[in-house]
C-alpha cells in the first residue's frame, strides 16, 4: 500500500502524523512526503528566503530517512499560501505521483492558514485524481485514496474521529523530529514550547484520550465517490 | 467476538441495523439482541397492550431466527420511555448478559423519542459496566465494547462516520424485517411508506454514499476509556 | 386551521409567539394556548404558589381574550418542570384537546430550564398524538402537526430558520402583554428589563434581520412523518 | 415569477433540483439556467475540451427543453472553478439576466469543489445584484431573490431544512436527466452508480423524510436583506 | 468573592479545577466545594457503599485541607445520578450555601454521566437561586453568579472558550490530588492511566494551547441575567 | 495599550464596535482603525467611485475625530474584497502600523462577502505578524494581540462569546455613526431600516442579552501563540 503525508513545511509531517507513518512503514508499506512550502518566509532566523529553505529542505530529507519515506517539495511561499490554479495542481501532480491508498492532510479548519489553505486544496483536488485532462504534469491515477486529516497546530480546535496508537514508535518519531534542528531556536515569538514539548504534550494527550501512552488523533473526509476506508488506519 | 444491537421497538434491529448483525453473523460471531420495549403501546391494530407485546415479540423471535441471533426482552412501555433507575438497571443487565466486544444502538439524538432514550441510556451505562457495586442483576463484565449509532428514524439528522457495506446480505435483512407482519398495515397515520420500502430506500440511499449497493451508516460514541474500534466494523 | 401555542409559563406566550398568533387569528384560524405551568413558584412577589398561580392563570386570561384564544392550564410547578409519565401525559392531552395543524412551543435549547423541558416534552410527544393506547385522556387525534420553536429567553443560543412579520399586530400583541401585570414589578434580581421592553427590543431585533419592522423568529423541529410546512406560517 | 437554478456542470440542474424547476414551470413560471461550467474537463470520454463541452452543452440545451428552460452558459473550466472576481462578474451577469424571485444554487458546503465554489460565489455576490457600479455588463436588478441551496453531491453532510413534493414531475425530471447521454459510461472510476440511479435513490430517500415518493430537499441562506421566503417554494 | 465548585465526585474538583481554585486563594476569595455523590459505587476497591463513601470523603476533606476549601456532600448515588427534584434541590442549596460569585461546574456534554447531569442540573438551577418560593432548604441569595465549565473527562468532546493559567499552583494541585489515595488502585478496567498522570498530561495539554506550563481550560454558560463575566476568572 | 479595528467599509467601525472603541479612549489606551476597502462600489448616490471614496473616507475621518481615532485606508474595491497576496500584505501592514494589543475585525462567518473576507484575512495574518521575512512594507512587531470578533451584519448567524457594556458611550457612538450622511438615502433597496436603527437596535439587543441597555457582543479568534485575554476587554 502507499500512504501520502500532505504538509505545508518542513516538521508538520514529524509534529503531526510521522507516528502514524513509521506505523505503515513497520506494516511494509510505502510512505510519501509532500510539503506545499519549503518553509522560507516563516522564519526570523535566516537572512534570505533561499538560505532557508535549502537548510530545511536538508532537514526534511534527514527526518525522511529515519521514516523511510520520499519527499516531493512543491515550494511556494509560505505564510501566505493560497489556493490558486498553480497549487491545485501541484497538489495533483503530488497525489498522482505517490500513487497513495491513504493520504494524510492538514485540517482545513486549522487555525494556522498554511495548514488550512494545504489542508483545503487536498480535499478540493480528489476529484481531480482520474481525470485526463485535468491540468497536470502526472499521468492519472485510478485509486480511490482515503483522506485523514490530522491534528490542527496545538490541537486548537480539533475534536479526533479516531486515534492511532502510536506508542512503539515514539522515539523514532522523536529522532525524526529533531532533525528540524533549525526550528528549536527562533519560536520565542509566539511559541512558548519548543516543538519536541509541543508534539510529545499533544501525543500524550491523544494518547490518554485513547487509552494509551502516546497516539495522533485524525478526523475523516467524506466525499461521494471516496469515502473513508477506517481499515486501512494501522 | 459478541456483538449486541440495542434497540427500542420490535423491528428497529431488522430495519436499522440488521444487515451489520449478518455480516458479523457471516463472520463467525454471536449476535445478541436487547429491545428496551415490545411496541406494546405505540400500535392501533390491537385492543390491549398485551396482545400487542405477545405478538411482537413472536415476530421478534422469528427475524432473531433468521438473524441467528438471541433476544432480551426489557418490557418497558413504549411512546414513553424513560431514563431511570429501572430502565438503566435493566440495559446494564443485557450489556452484561451479552458481554459484547461491539454495541450497536440507537442514535441519542433521533427525533423519534423512544429511539433516543435507548441510545442515551446505552451511552450513559458504558461507564458501570465493570462494577460491582453497580444496582444490577448481572455480575460485571471486563470488556469495553466499541459503541456505534445506527441511523436515526428515515435518517433524519443523521450524518454517516462510518458505512457498512451490506450487500451480500441484504436479501436475508429483508426477510428478517418481513417478520414484522403486524407493523405492516396499521402505519396509515404518519407514515407514508411501508417497512420495507423504508428499510430498502435508507439502505440504497447509504449505499450510494458508501460506493456500493446497499450499505448502513454508524455514527460512534467517543467517551474516555471506550474509545471506539472502527477496525471491529465487519 | 387549529393552532396551538405552548409555554411554560403565564407572559411566555404573549412574550414570544403572540404576533404569529394575532396574523392566524386575523386569517381565521382558531388559537389555543397551554401552559404547562402557571408560574406559581418563580415568582417573589406573593407569600403562597396558590395566589401566584390564581393571579397569574387570571391575567392570562385577559391576554388570551385579546388575543382570542382559549387556554388549558396544566398546572405543574414551575422552576423544576420535569420530562414525566406526567407532564408528557399533559401535554398529549392538551395537544388532542386543540387538534391544531401547527403547534409553536419552546426551543428544546432554551438556556432557561422549564422552557426547555416544555419545548423538548412537546417534540417528544408528537409520535403519541394518533396512538389509542397511549396513556391521555384525551381521544386520539389524525392531524401531522407542523412544530415551529419561537425564541429562546433574550434570544440566547437562538438562531431563526424564519421569521413572521408581526408588525401590523405588534400594538395587539403590547395590549396582551401588558395583561401580565404582576410580571412588572418583581425581576429586579436578575432582569435588566421590564418585559414589555424585552419583548419590544427582542421583536425590533427580528424584524431587522426579517427587512421589517417588528418580526418573530421561529426554528422548525424535524421528524419523520411530521415534517414541517412552512407555507402554514402566516 | 422567475427561478434560476445555477450549476456547476451540465447535469447538475437536472440531478439536483429539476423537479422542483418543473413544479414552477407547472404553475406558470420562468425558468431559467446558469452553468459555471461546461464539464469541458472532469470527463474521461473525449479526447479534448471543446469537444466535451460542446457535447455536454448540446446535451444540456435538450434537457432544458424538456424543463422549459433557459439556458447560459458561463464557460469556465472546471474541477479547479476558483472564485475570483471574473467569476463573480459572470454570475452577477447570470443573475441579472435571469432577474429571478428565486435563486437555486449547490450548497457551499458541498465536499465536491465545483459545486462548493459555485455555492460559495452565489452566496457572495447577492448584496451585487442592484448595484450600478459593481463590475457586471447586465445592468442592476431590484429584486431581493430568496437563495436556496439544493442537495450535495450523493447527499454527503447535507442536511435539508425543507422539501420540495416532486412525486407528479418525476417521470419529466428523469427524461431530462436522460438527455445528458454522455454522462452515463464513463462514470466507471469513483462512481458506483450511473446518474439516473444517483438521482432516482436521493429522491426517493427525500421523499422518505419528507412523506411522499420523491423529493427534493433545500437549504436557505440566510443574509441581511435577502431573507429567504419558504413560501415561494412551489 | 465567593467561588463554588462542583463536581460528581470526590477528585472531580482536584482532577479538573483545583488549579483555578488555587489561584482565587491566592487572591484572597472563598472557596466552596460541592459534590452531588460521594463515588460509593463507581468503585470496585470496596465492599459496601458506606465503606467507600467514608473514605472518600475523608479524601476529599483533605484534598480540601490544601485548598483551603470548605466542602459540602450531597451524597446521592454515583454512576446513575439523576436530574431530579431532590438532586435540584440539593444542588440549590449548595449554590445558596456558598453563595458564590462564580460557579465552575462540570460540562453538560461530558460524555461520563454523572459529570453530565451535574452539570445540567447547576445549569437548570441557575434562574431558581433568587425564589423565594423554590423547594430549598436555604434561604435565597441576590447574586448573580458567572457559571464556567471545566473540562470533560480526558478532555474528550471538549473545546475551551478561555484558559488559566495555572502554572505557579500545580505542585499544589498535585498535592491535593495526591490525597485521593483510593483511587490510585481500582482503575485497571478502562483507565490506562493513573489520576495524576491524567490530570497532568491535559494541564500540559491546556497550557501549550494556552502558551505556558500548565493551565485549565472552560467553557462558559450563556444565559439571559446570568451573562459570564470573564473578568472574575483569576 | 493600542487597540486596532479592523473594517470592510466606512462606516462598520461605527456601526459594530464604535462603542468598545470609545470605553477603550474613556482607558486611556490609543486608537487605531483601519479599512479594506473606501466602500467605492456598493453604493448607487454617485457616478463614479472616485467620488464615492472621497465622500466616504472624508466622513470616515470625521466619525474618527469622534472616536479619537487614527485612520488607514488601503483602498481596495469593495462588493468584491478577495483574500490575495496584495491584501493580506496590506493587512499585515495594517497590523504592523498599529501595533495593537488588541484588535477588533469583522466575523468570518458574516454572510456579508466583504466583511467576510476582511475577517479571514486578518485571522490568516496573525502568524505573520513577527516574521521579517514576510512580504510587508511595515516592521515586524513582536506583540501577540487578541483578536475578537465583532457582530455580523444585523446579527445573522452570529452567537456572541462576550459582551462589553456600551451604555455610557452610546450618545457618542452614535455622533460617530451620523457623521457617515452618505450612508443614510441610498440604502433603500436591500436595506428596511436606516444605519442610526440598525446600530441602535442591534445594541440594545445585545444589552437585553447582557443585562444593561446598550451592548456590543465579540466572539473570540482562538489560535496557537494568541489565545485571547478576555480581559483586555474594556
Redesign the interface.
Known sequence: MNVLAIGAHPDDIEVYCAGTLLKYKQQGHNIFIALTTSG?????E?E??EA?AAQREQEQLEAAKVLGAEVRFLRF?D??L????ET?RAVINAIRWANPDVILAHYPED???DHAVTGRIV???M??I??????ADEP?I?K?PSLFYYTS?????F?P???VDTTDVFPLKKEALAKHTSQFNWMD?????NLL??ME??D??R???????YAEGFR?????????N??L?P
Open positions: 522560507n518566509i516563516g522564519s526570523n535566516y534570505n528566503r532557508i511561499d505564510q501566505g493560497q489556493d490558486t490554479p491545485r487555525p494556522s492558514t480535499s478540493e483536488v476529484l481531480s482520474p481525470g485526463k485532462l485535468i491540468p492519472p485510478s480511490n497546530a496545538a490541537g486548537v480546535g475534536l474521529d479516531v486515534y515569538v509566539y511559541q512558548s514550547h514539548n509541543i504534550i499533544n500524550k494527550f494518547g490518554l484520550q485513547a487509552g494509551c501512552e475523516a473526509f467524506r466525499i461521494h465517490g471516496y469515502m473513508p477506517f481499515k488506519l
